[in-house]
Nanobody
Framework: VQLQASGGGLVQAGGSLRLSCAANRRILAFNVVGWYRQAPGKQRELVADISSGAYSNYADSVKGRFTISRDNAKNTVYLQMNSLEPEDTAVYYC?????????WGQGTLVTVSS
């Protein structure tokens, strides 16, 4: 399984970015696909995930600002990030979970300047 993450960059506080996670197989084959992030000196944390049944889950810190979605035809999961804050600065990782196996994509860096 390969997960290709993209869309990171530098943005000012209050701005928006959209991250993409493209899989090399049917996205619906995974039980859950999600985005995690890791800020310098901190542990990796869940940002948002979406199940094969389209149920989504968000960290409290991003509720109301971030939206996870998927395009089944493109085998891609997106993370729309609005009202970005400096505290959102981190490397964002895509993760897919299937039958007790967890797959990670490479990270994409999001930097939010104040």
């Amino acid at each position: 399984v390969q997960l290709q993450a993209s869309g990171g960059g530098l943005v000012q506080a209050g701005g928006s970015l959209r991250l993409s996670c493209a899989a090399n197989r049917r996205i619906l084959a995974f039980n859950v696909v999600g985005w995690y992030r890791q800020a310098p000196g901190k542990q990796r944390e869940l940002v948002a995930d979406i199940s094969s049944g389209a149920y989504s889950n968000y960290a409290d810190s991003v509720k109301g600002r971030f939206t996870i979605s998927r395009d089944n035809a493109k085998n891609t999961v997106y993370l729309q990030m609005n009202s970005l804050e400096p505290e959102d600065t981190a490397v964002y990782y895509c993760n897919a979970y299937q039958r007790c196996l967890s797959y990670w994509g490479q990270g994409t860096l999001v930097t939010v300047s104040s």
